[in-house]
């Protein structure tokens, strides 16, 4: 059996002191948690990296060459909306030292937050981002850095307006459930959205593709035995008038008369 390619997941998680306090440890059991009970588990691996400074994201794609960059924190729109939504979001309403642009807040040394525009983030994909297939970027009003990083990044996923921290939380755990349980990207996304369903949240973060790209042929898990454990099925050759369903996680459901006949 080939030795598959283990996926690193870098999680980047940032809670300056100006914004509401979120549950990023929360969101990183969550996601953990998931990646240990799915088939796939041996592929994935979560790096967590806290209290993250902006030249942590040039160290971390330089270091861990990671598949998915996963930002938690808080995020940022140049026109500040008034007060009104939920207590516990994911934006920072006050300026950022004066800073007027949208983008993404990591932390300075003093805890305070430091801005990190689109175009920083596209210039730091481009220079050393080429081994990352999916960004998440979990931030209120981060749908701008995601469609910058549409360029570099295969997926992207994020927020158009505020989304709150459990919303981000569910959302997370549905997404990784579906990523290490071998379902394509857009079939994961699905069920991060289904996720917030459930629980009655109406968040809903958006998919931004590349170019060229199709996220319902994006699979990350590669198809074996993970493990020794959980092998997939082999199809059935004589069963050709039910051919076995090409979406990872997709279930064919044949009747008793149905598998009688299978077998003659």
Not at 42 to 50: A, H, K, R, Y
Not at 144 to 154: G, M, N, S, W
Not at 221 to 228: L, N, S, T, V, Y
Request: charged residues 25%; contains cysteine; positive net charge.
């Amino acid at each position: 059996m080939k030795k598959c390619k283990k996926h690193v997941i870098l999680m980047l998680s940032a809670n300056p002191l100006h914004g509401h306090r979120l549950a990023l440890d929360r969101e990183a059991r969550a996601i953990q948690s998931e990646i240990d009970r799915s088939p796939y588990r041996d592929q994935f691996e979560l790096q967590t990296w806290w209290a993250v400074e902006a030249l942590d994201l040039l160290a971390g794609l330089r270091r861990s060459s990671p598949s998915i960059v996963h930002f938690a924190g808080h995020g940022i729109q140049p026109m500040l909306v008034a007060p009104g939504a939920p207590p516990v979001r994911r934006d920072i309403e006050p300026p950022v030292r004066g800073n007027r642009s949208a983008g993404l807040c990591f932390q300075r040394p003093d805890g305070s937050a430091e801005l990190v525009s689109s175009a920083a983030l596209k210039d730091t994909f481009c220079a050393v981002g080429s081994s990352v297939r999916v960004a998440v970027l979990n931030a209120c009003y981060s749908e701008p850095q995601a469609r910058a990083l549409r360029a570099h990044v295969d997926c992207v996923i994020g927020t158009r307006r505020t989304i709150q921290d459990d919303a981000a939380i569910h959302f997370a755990s549905g997404l990784y459930g579906g990523i290490a349980g071998g379902a394509t990207i857009a079939c994961a996304f699905r069920q991060g959205v289904a996720a917030l369903s459930l629980k009655g949240l109406a968040d809903r973060p958006r998919l931004l593709v590349r170019p060229g790209v199709d996220p319902r042929k994006v699979i990350l898990a590669e198809d074996r035995a993970p493990g020794g454990r959980f092998p997939r099925a082999a199809p059935d050759r004589r069963a050709a008038k039910w051919p076995a369903p090409r979406v990872p996680g997709a279930m064919l459901a044949i009747g008793a008369a149905d598998r009688a006949a299978a077998r003659r």
